[in-house]
Structure formats: C-alpha cells, structure tokens
C-alpha cells in the first residue's frame, strides 16, 4: 500500500482548502481529497499511480472500489475504477481539486434494508387496498396494466449520502404512482430508466436554481426533491410540475415552440386525470412546504438534454451552458470553476438561513426552493 498517512479536518462554512499538492523535498506527493465536504489528506511516494489512491481510500474509508467516483477539476473529470489508465500518476493530480464520492459498504446495505422495507410496507397497503376493493377479473383493463409496466419508471433511486433516503424513495414513488403521470406517460410512450433526485448544493448558484434535469433523452431524469437548507421537502405539486417539463425534453431539446406545446399538453393531461389528487396519499407534515411556489420557465431545468456522468463544470444542452454563464458571471468570485462557483452559493445560503433562524429564535425553518 503506498499511503503513508490520513489526517481529516471537521467541516466548516469556511471555503473549500486549496487544491491538492506536491512535497518534492522528501520525494513524496500529497493529495488532499475531499469527502463529505472534509478534506482528507493522503501521502504518497514519488511514483505512486491513481490505483493506489483508490486502494488507500478502500482501505481507509471502507468504500469498495466499485462504489468509488474521484471528480478530478480542472479538465480531468471523471475517473472511477476500473481506470482506463491504471498507472495514471498521482503526480500529474498534484495541481487539481479531488473529490470524493462513494457509499460505504454499510451506508449501501442500510439503504437497501430501508428500500427492502419501503417496499414490504407498500405492498402490504396495496394488497389491503385491493383486497377492500376487489372487482370481478373480467373487468380489469389487462391492456392499461401492460401499457403502466412497460410506460413508466423502471427504477427509483434516492441520494444515499442524504438524510433519511426512504423518505426520498417514498416521495419518487408517490410521483411514479400519481394518477395523472401514469395516464400521459401511456399517452406518449414514455418509458424512463432512472427517475432520481437532484442534490440541491450541487445545482444552486445566486442567480439561478436547477429543479430538474433530463439526460440523454429521458435516459435519467433528476427532480429537486428537497428545500436547498435540507430540512424538508418541496410541494408535491411544483415537483410534479417540474416533471411534467423534463418528460417534455424526451421529445424536445430545445426550449422551442414545440416544446411548450408539449410541455403544456402534458401538466393537462396530468390534471385532468388526477382524479386521485395527486397517488396514493401521503401527510402534508412529511411533504408539504408552504413556501413553495409555482416552477419558473427559466428555472425549470437546464435546457435540452445533457450527457456525462456529471453536470456540473461539464458541457450539457445550450439552455445548460446558458445557465451555467448566468452562474460563472459573478464578479466576487474571481478564476473560480463553475462546480466552485455552485458549491460556494450553496454555503452562502445555507449560513444566511442559519442566521435568519437565530434572529427570530425559529432555527432553520422551510424556505422557498
């Protein structure tokens, strides 16, 4: 193993540590990586290669290779195990920012226990439901049960590293399940591999605000699930508002007239046939946030449809690039990256919240998303 030594610092407000660096003196390289928003620093000989930080991180950190993901900027991007180049060395990260991201063995195992859970609880109430309800065979509309298998959301999946990720699970459900989503995604034959949610810190700058993404033509939508301080959830209504935008960009790319005609035509669609206000029902304490206002058209998503494991930082439709400018405009905050530019926003909010709720002795309440 070539680590010699870790060290980590507890988390602050304060801006992210530089990024990682060299000790040429002694012939060892240090890297500092970034995990959870603390820094952790590594020491490494000379000529150690990007395989032995992944195998120092499995041994230190306890997360697998397979669930590790190191976001390398400027330029290098991505790189995850199996590297395309294993004997990448770790001196030619020694000028970039390294960030972490990755589940532990244990954090992966809870969230499947909670998912196995979340799922064993729904299908006790929907066989209760059924049984309460139960209708002769022969008047079942064997067509539309085929139509919602095949036109639907094939997999929910939460953030793991977020609090409480079954509550998230509930909430995709409750969304993959509303009446009305089912009706116009049979509509239009929109089948959807990955619904999932959308880290708030990750899409938030001072001018604009991303509520959803479509990648790749409806390969995976991400939705804005909760209120950028984390301390609830957004109105399912504006959500499902936002969804009906991203099941739009499946068609079209571009914020074009084609677009809104779509885009109108579904969130009708998706009223008129809510005749169950909104799927199965869930209490307005768990969900509901007052504050919450209607989807702005410029704010909706990012535009189009963008590629990539990430998106921050990275090229996207031109409505993303546009919103991307709008965010790396900003005259206090000279030479930053845009994923800086991003991170930067979200801490500024989060510490103006955390004094709002100092002043009127209320802490940190709902805000509007």
Sequence with gaps: ???????????????????????????????????????????????????????????????????????????VGLLRPPFKQPDLALRSL????????????????????DVRVAQSQAARRSGALRASKAQPSRNRDWQKAQDEATYTFHTLRPLPYLPQPERSLRFLERLRDDAGVKASMRSH?????????????????RESRTLGLNRNRGEVIELRLRTDAYDGYRDYKTIRKTLCHELAHNVWGEHDRNFWTLCREIEAEVERNDWRSGGHALSNQEFYNPNDGGVADEDADHGGWTGGEFVLGGGGGGGATRALERAGTAGDAPGLSRREILAKAAEERMRKQREAGKRDGSGSGSTAP
């Design 94 to 113: 020694a000028d970039k920012k390294i960030v972490l991201m990755g589940s532990t063995a244990a954090e992966v195992s809870q969230l499947d226990s």
């Design 189 to 205: 034959k929109f089948s959807v591999p990955l619904l999932t949610e959308m880290n708030p810190a990750e899409h938030t700058t």
């Design 1 to 75: 193993m070539a680590a010699a030594d870790v060290s980590s610092m507890p988390h602050s407000d304060l801006p992210s540590p530089p990024p990682s660096h060299t000790s040429d003196a002694d012939g060892e390289i240090t890297l500092t990586v970034q995990h959870h928003g603390k820094p952790l620093t590594y020491t490494f000989r000379h000529d150690a290669t990007v395989s032995e930080l992944s195998s120092t991180i499995a041994d230190t950190l306890s997360i697998p290779t397979t669930n590790q993901k190191l976001l390398v900027s400027p330029k």
